[in-house]
T-cell receptor, first 111, second 113 residues
């Protein structure tokens, strides 16, 4: 079957670092993507990995291990505006452009 | 990048009626999709909107319930037919560029009473 797992919620303090893990088992793999979704808004693209390793984009980094079916999103120097849901999504090989999404991790940043 | 608009942004509809949601993209894009997101849950793909041919539906979604039009590369509509309270959800259209970047519209919040 197809499955994408990520924690439901994480809480961290402003200025700290939070790591959101994502494990996946999908029918084919063309890349792993991370999205940020604020309450009441549409998801916005953050980062993606196609090959193993770390991709850094400012305060956000994403890591992928294809052999382990594992990824994480690292958020550094947390700011209050980072409070949001973070969605892990796999680009499958079923058909071009088709994504399968995890349930999302709600990150709460406290002062 | 791509900028997507959706209309209406929200609506409250009666059971048994239908609602058509419009999605407009600011550039020509081949791959366009319709998703549903129920409160507190993740995104579920409804269908791929194909230009010039019938949409490709995911398991659990059928054309009679969710007819989709895609007359050109910048526009699509999704109709939610014969609505029931279980159809209350946020409906989002998205496009995927050749770089695999995916952009979403702002969503249509539907409440069925």
């Amino acid at each position: 079957g197809q499955n994408i797992d990520q924690p439901t919620e994480m809480t961290a303090t402003e200025g700290a670092i939070v790591q959101i893990n994502c494990t996946y088992q999908t029918s084919g793999f063309n890349g792993l993507f991370w999205y940020q979704q604020h309450a009441g808004e549409a998801p916005t693209f953050l980062s993606y990995n196609v090959l193993d390793g770390l991709e850094e984009k400012g305060r956000f980094s994403s890591f992928l291990s294809r052999s382990k079916g594992y990824s994480y999103l690292l958020l550094k120097e947390l700011q209050m505006k980072d409070s949001a849901s973070y969605l892990c999504a796999v680009l499958t090989t079923d058909s071009w452009g088709k994504f399968q999404f995890g349930a999302g991790t709600q990150v709460v940043v406290t002062p | 990048s791509a900028v997507i608009s959706q209309k209406p942004s929200r609506d409250i509809c009666q059971r048994g009626t239908s609602l058509t949601i419009q999605c407009q993209v600011d550039s020509q894009v081949t791959m366009m999709f319709w998703y549903r997101q129920q409160p507190g849950q993740s995104l579920t793909l409804i269908a791929t909107a194909n230009q010039g041919s019938e949409a490709t539906y995911e398991s659990g979604f059928v054309i009679d319930k969710f007819p989709i039009s895609r007359p050109n590369l910048t526009f699509s509509t999704l109709t939610v037919s014969n609505m029931s309270p279980e159809d209350s959800s946020i409906y989002l259209c998205s496009v995927v560029l050749e770089t695999y970047e995916q952009y979403f519209g702002p969503g249509t919040r539907l409440t069925v009473t």
